[in-house]
């Protein structure tokens, strides 16, 4: 089956670390970031080395054998039919799902060349919306720690498991979801995520917080981490020692201080419009957290710092996010937002087996009109995979937007189940596509000015790249 073969190319890919001739670069790299030869063998890692089909080779290249690495992602299909090998020149690192069954493979490039990273795609066996990197491996110490900490890449797992903490797991490339954070609470009730202080190390941790404000009954933790500018997990450990950094992760700022922080950043709260903007923010924020004793201290917090009495800030005007949702294209027919937010509606289950398509998309409206709404009807139908229609529906009563879902609730689609799924995701996929096209003009126009920083130039070559890749297929 397709874990059997996946097992074997485990077992060639570390052989390769050991024999191949080109293998020093990667184990160079490997002892750069201070690794050992136990923590490698621990954790599986093994070398894929250059070439277009050493993998097929190695495992056989019969019809059985090809379906099944074509299958796994291993191997991808050219337009002839013929096969080439996915991962070349790269430090491969098996990826376990929660019970320790191998499901695909991250890669990290030696040498030059783009992406840094490349992981496995979504596959039958293989889901990045639910799937955290080292879970199975550092599930017993989670327990122990009572905590689980959340970093952004599979060597920060490993160089912390290395210098002795080794209750830290990755997600496999996207932001985090509900349903990684289920699997999180499921081990311990604190998740501690600790990601770099750039601007995409606090975007990230601004999406994580949006994703599990849903989760947080009274007894559960979140808090943040986040590093020094030019730092990672790794280099700091390395640098400062255990205790300092387990010192570190105790004094994580808790996500009450880091919402209220974020928010008034910008703002001079000595005056009165800004502290009626920081409540008009956070409200909605509020909003999505659960009916009990931490919402009711959040919210007289919100009423401390903005000066406004409980009762004001209940009945203040909503939040403009009741803004209507995009339905109509021209002809009638719905708009890619609204035909996802009615498919989901239909079909909330659509919401597990899909999470990584929702996790990449934005979940402000300047980004994407209606997707706040969007995200929260995903939140809803993945914290309640059980639920159908009316009770989706009735969970959102409260929603300004509720007359407009029930109206997207009654829309007749065409098609089975299956084929409700296909265009559910390629609605999303659409999606992806024009935030992506957004994203890029305004990098492009703030390169043009010359205002881009290095993550923000990172980020334009490779929206350039996945806009070359789009243009190929």
Known sequence: GLHEVLGRARDWYAQQLKDHPDAKQAIDYLKSRGLDGKTALGFGIGFAPDGWNNLSTALGADATTTKALVNTGLLITKDDGGHYDRFRQRIMFPIEDYRGKLIGFGGRIIGQGEPKYLNSPETVLFHKGSELYGLHQARREIGLAAESVVVEGYMDVIGLAQNGIKHAVATMGTATTASHLQRLFRAAPAVVFCFDGDRAGRKAAWKAMQAALPLLTDERQVSFLLLPQGEDPDSLIRQEGTDAFKARLAAADPLPSFLFDSLSNELDLSRLDHRARLADQAKPLLDALP???????????????????????????????????????????????????????????????????????????????????????????????????????????????????????????????????????????????????????????????????????????????????????
């Open 291 to 473: 009916a009990g004793t931490f919402r009711q201290l959040m919210v007289e917090r919100l009423s401390q710092i903005v000066g406004l009495s409980e009762q004001a800030l209940a009945e203040s005007p909503k939040q403009k996010a009741a803004a209507p949702i995009p339905t109509q294209k021209k002809g009638g027919s719905l708009s890619p937002i609204a035909l996802a937010i009615s498919l989901l509606v239909q079909q909330p289950q659509l919401a597990g087996a899909l999470s990584e398509y929702f996790s990449v998309l934005p979940n402000d409206e300047e980004s994407l009109k209606g997707s706040t709404l969007l995200q929260e009807l995903f939140t809803c139908a993945q914290v309640g995979p059980e639920l159908n229609t009316a009770q989706l529906l009735e969970r959102m009563r409260s929603h300004p937007q509720h007359a407009a879902l029930e109206k997207l609730a009654g829309q007749q689609h065409l098609g089975s189940d299956d084929k409700k799924s296909q265009v559910l995701q390629d609605c999303l996929i659409k999606l992806q596509n024009e935030c992506r096209e957004q994203e890029l003009n305004a990098l492009l126009q703030l390169s043009q000015s010359r205002r881009l920083n290095d993550a923000e130039n990172t980020t334009l070559l490779a929206l350039l790249q996945a806009q070359r890749n789009r243009a190929a297929d």
